[in-house]
């Protein structure tokens, strides 16, 4: 029993040494934590952006009104490829101030009945691709067309078909091809009423174009055609991002109502004063890792961009999403 009892200098070394080691790691585990929550913040980001409704000529107050805004992305200012001087400088002056370059939109019909029209709109997307290219922009970006011929937009029964389908291949193959851009995408945005209008869609259009500089443009409201769509846009957010999150490239923001009357009509709004699940969205957009846009769009007054950004924001810091 003699052998078997710790003098009480002994037993004091050895807690001292338990605890010490106790401390240690803990300490190296609560670093691991820092790490890996900074990791987890890096990780969840948006970028998100908007227009600027003053005119600025220089480069470098375009890029700080941004900035002043809360924007961290942009559309891209419309310059013609011939200014070349202008892009280089646009595109240092956005670089240096973190903000991106999103998209070059050329909205335009790809599918217009009239052959002359539908030339122009082919070499009007071409050069549109060109400039996103020479800029650094992430995307250019079109609809896929309409075969209706008095809105260029517009809904017709013909905008579903085969035929509509491979028209809207041929053209990005065309587009794509022209170019041969070394670092933005062409991509058509998702609609309601034409091509691609589903997520499978999509996909089945993505496959057939069969290019690497092909991506996806997001516009989920653009895909609530639908009560069911509606309101099960929680699971249409996550079938978007679990069928299509890593070719997608850039996306619009905003959100929708349902207006009652005697048929089905959907109004656009304010984000956050409609039924879109802002959360799912901000949440599965944050986790991408090619980081896409998210540009507001579709308002009428600067007021009401900086409602919808602040509510982007605020619920973004909510959801521990950097902005």
Same mark, same amino acid.
């Given at each position: 029993?003699?052998?078997?009892?710790?003098?009480?200098?002994?037993? @004091?070394?050895? @807690? #001292?040494?338990?605890?010490?080691?106790?401390?240690?790691?803990?300490?190296?585990? +609560?670093?691991?934590?820092?790490?890996?929550?900074?990791?987890?913040?890096?990780?969840?980001?948006?970028?998100?952006?908007?227009?600027?409704?003053?005119?600025?000529?220089?480069?470098?107050?375009?890029?700080? #009104?941004?900035?002043?805004?809360?924007? *961290?992305?942009?559309?891209?200012?419309?310059?013609?490829?011939?200014?070349?001087?202008?892009?280089?400088?646009?595109?240092?002056?956005?670089?240096?101030?973190?903000?991106?370059?999103?998209?070059?939109?050329?909205?335009?019909?790809?599918?217009?009945?009239?052959?002359?029209?539908?030339?122009?709109?082919?070499? *009007?997307?071409?050069?549109?691709?060109?400039? #996103?290219?020479?800029?650094? #922009?992430?995307?250019?970006?079109?609809?896929?067309?309409? &075969?209706?011929?008095?809105?260029? &937009?517009?809904?017709?029964?013909?905008?579903?078909?085969?035929?509509?389908?491979?028209?809207?291949?041929?053209?990005?193959?065309?587009?794509?091809?022209?170019?041969?851009?070394?670092?933005?995408?062409?991509?058509?945005?998702?609609?309601?009423?034409?091509?691609?209008?589903?997520?499978?869609?999509?996909?089945?259009?993505?496959?057939?174009?069969?290019?690497?500089?092909?991506?996806?443009?997001?516009?989920?409201?653009?895909?609530?055609?639908?009560?069911?769509?509606?309101?099960?846009?929680?699971?249409?957010?996550?079938?978007?991002?679990?069928?299509?999150?890593?070719?997608?490239?850039?996306?619009?923001?905003?959100?929708?109502?349902?207006?009652?009357?005697?048929?089905?009509?959907?109004?656009?709004?304010?984000?956050?004063?409609?039924?879109?699940?802002?959360?799912?969205?901000? @949440?599965?957009?944050?986790?991408?890792?090619?980081?896409?846009?998210?540009?507001?769009?579709?308002?009428? +007054?600067?007021?009401?961009?900086?409602?919808?950004?602040?509510?982007?924001?605020?619920?973004? @810091?909510?959801?521990?999403?950097?902005?």
């Amino acid at each position: 029993m003699e052998k078997n009892k710790i003098s009480r200098r002994h037993f @004091t070394i050895a @807690t #001292a040494k338990l605890l010490t080691g106790t401390f240690i790691l803990s300490k190296i585990q +609560s670093q691991a934590i820092d790490t890996q929550n900074k990791n987890i913040s890096n990780d969840r980001r948006i970028h998100l952006g908007g227009p600027v409704f003053n005119q600025y000529e220089d480069p470098e107050q375009l890029a700080l #009104a941004h900035k002043r805004l809360g924007y *961290s992305a942009a559309y891209c200012p419309n310059i013609p490829l011939t200014q070349t001087e202008k892009i280089k400088a646009t595109e240092s002056a956005f670089s240096k101030h973190g903000i991106i370059i999103s998209e070059v939109g050329v909205w335009c019909n790809l599918m217009d009945q009239d052959p002359n029209k539908r030339k122009q709109n082919l070499s *009007s997307v071409i050069d549109g691709l060109a400039l #996103a290219d020479a800029i650094g #922009a992430r995307c250019c970006v079109n609809i896929a067309g309409s &075969f209706n011929p008095q809105v260029w &937009f517009g809904p017709h029964p013909k905008n579903t078909s085969k035929e509509f389908f491979d028209a809207a291949v041929e053209n990005a193959r065309k587009i794509i091809d022209s170019v041969k851009p070394s670092r933005s995408v062409f991509a058509y945005e998702t609609m309601g009423w034409s091509i691609p209008d589903s997520v499978e869609s999509y996909l089945k259009l993505y496959k057939a174009i069969d290019r690497k500089k092909f991506g996806v443009h997001l516009d989920p409201c653009n895909l609530i055609n639908c009560p069911e769509r509606f309101y099960n846009n929680t699971q249409l957010l996550n079938l978007c991002f679990d069928k299509l999150g890593p070719l997608i490239v850039s996306c619009h923001a905003k959100d929708l109502q349902w207006v009652i009357e005697m048929n089905v009509h959907f109004q656009e709004v304010v984000p956050g004063k409609g039924q879109l699940d802002y959360s799912t969205f901000l @949440t599965r957009l944050a986790k991408l890792p090619q980081k896409p846009p998210l540009m507001l769009e579709h308002l009428s +007054s600067p007021e009401q961009y900086n409602e919808a950004k602040n509510f982007i924001i605020d619920l973004c @810091t909510k959801l521990q999403i950097q902005t």
